[in-house]
């Protein structure tokens, strides 16, 4: 199956610093999440992005589809941003199932 | 988006006993839901795909009698834990898939199996 890696493993800023997290996946997706997951576990949504560019205030993603990697960056960051971040994609054959990697643990100290 | 609310958020049971957890799609009819299992500090992974009508499909390494999913109606999946254990202990937590293939997750549910 496909294998989602995100990196890095854990990442620390101090407020109002940019950072990027990488996501390399192992084969063609159809779907490719960025999620973040605050501290009562909830997933929020931040993008569903396949392929191509979208920004969404602070927060903008890129996905590379024929070079397997997706990129998310945080501008001017946020105490509120921490928590650990998602990628998840499901692969070509498109059955809504969900590989998740292992997650970026942002902590965004003030 | 699609709304997705899970209930309860989080339960405390004693060994032995059975618990039930509901996910409700509020405002998209979902054929089909699914159910994944975080533990502490790691990633999510896919337990099963609960099918309205018919019978989930569980991912290898599920026990299919643990973890009983009833998918009813187009709005409700529902998952029971079966005979808990306290390594059952986890977090739960179902997604609908909208209309363009983007998943919108509940707000999970903490089983604390003591």
């Known amino acids: 199956g496909i294998q989602v890696e995100q990196s890095p493993p854990d990442l620390i800023l101090q407020e109002g610093a940019n950072s990027t997290l990488r996501c390399n996946f192992s084969?063609?997706?159809?779907?490719l999440q960025w999620f973040h997951q605050n501290p009562w576990g909830q997933l929020i949504n931040l993008f569903y992005i396949p392929s191509g560019t979208k920004q969404n205030g602070r927060l903008s993603a890129t996905t590379v589809a024929t070079e397997r990697y997706s990129l998310l960056y945080i501008s001017s960051s946020q105490t509120t941003d921490s928590g650990v971040y998602f990628c998840a994609v499901d692969g070509s054959s498109n059955t809504g199932k969900l590989i998740f990697g292992q997650g970026t643990t942002l902590q965004v100290k003030p | 988006g699609a709304v997705v609310s899970q209930h309860p958020s989080w339960v405390i049971c004693k060994s032995g006993t059975s618990v039930k957890i509901e996910c409700r799609s509020l405002?998209?009819?979902?054929?089909?839901m699914f159910w994944y299992r975080q533990f502490p500090k790691k990633s999510l992974m896919l337990m099963a795909t609960s099918n309205e009508g018919s019978k989930a499909t569980y991912e290898q390494g599920v026990e299919k009698d643990k973890f009983l999913i009833n998918h009813a109606s187009l709005t409700l999946s529902t998952l029971t834990v079966t005979s808990a254990h306290p390594e059952d202990s986890s977090f739960y937590i179902c997604?609908?898939?909208?209309?363009?293939?983007?998943?919108?997750f509940g707000q999970g549910t903490r089983l604390t199996v003591v």
């Open positions: 084969d063609s997706v159809n779907n």
């Open positions: 997604s609908v898939e909208g209309t363009i293939t983007e998943a919108f």
């Open positions: 405002d998209f009819q979902a054929t089909t």
